[in-house]
């Protein structure tokens, strides 16, 4: 085998410490949470190598939308953005015993709809993108993952997280907001929201969700953030803060959602 020279050594080592920086030089970022360990709903360590192949299919696909579902995405935001550790934490919109509530009525739509419609909605408003068929090979692998997390649910008992945490309903000032997400945010998602894909995920502009999806709506948002976030140090921002920066958020440009996909 050939010894390595002095210089490539050198241009290995630098590549590496680089990496280690980005990883641990952004105030004290943890790990992006759809890359964090597969945890909440497991019966033990190695649960997540017990998937089914085609939920399998469906978990890369919720870690790495953009990756595994290209065709379908407008932005840069994986489903495990929003609904955090795969879809299993607790007051994050975990997917946990999410299945049997479909079919149901969903009031945007203004109709009846199935998981796989839920499905399609996200792909077009947080995903910024284009609905893929409700019998696709990607819709059919959510749906299975979303029914393996759904496989311990009992009718008519809700999971303890399911949703976001409740907050008091309160008024945001965005100028106190960019405060906030100067000293508590900036440090993730960039003084530009823009974050760093796939790693960190961008809270505004082209490569964040539109103006159609629900983390649009600052009650919304707000409650996220209460509960979540800042990444590192979650749960200690008050409800005001929470809507503060939140406002400061929505002021800030983003996609428009497609109207032709109002129906879902």
Known sequence: MKSISLKTRMSLFL?????VLLCFGMAGCDDHPAQAAFTGHETSADSALQLPPLAVQGKLIFDETPKYARAYVGNKLTCGDCHIQSGTAPHAAPMIDLAGLFPMFNKRAGHVISLENRIQECFTRSEAGSPPAANSSEVQALVAYIN???????????????GLVKIPA?????VAGKAIYVAQCAGCHGADGAGVPPILPAVWGNDSFNDGA???????????VLHNMPQNHPGTLSPQQAWEV??????????KFNQAYSHY
Do not use: C, E
């Not at 590549?15 to 990496?19: L, P, R």
């Not at 629900?214 to 996220?224: E, H, L, V």
């Not at 406002?247 to 440009?253: E, S």
């Open 15 to 19: 590549s590496m410490a680089a990496f």
């Open 148 to 162: 393996w997390l759904s496989r311990d649910g009992v009718k008519g008992k809700a999971f303890p997280g399911r």
């Open 170 to 174: 309160l008024k945001g000032d965005p």
């Open 214 to 224: 629900g983390m649009n709506q600052p009650a919304k948002m707000a409650a996220f």
């Open 246 to 255: 939140s406002a400061y958020i929505h002021t800030m440009p983003r996609p």
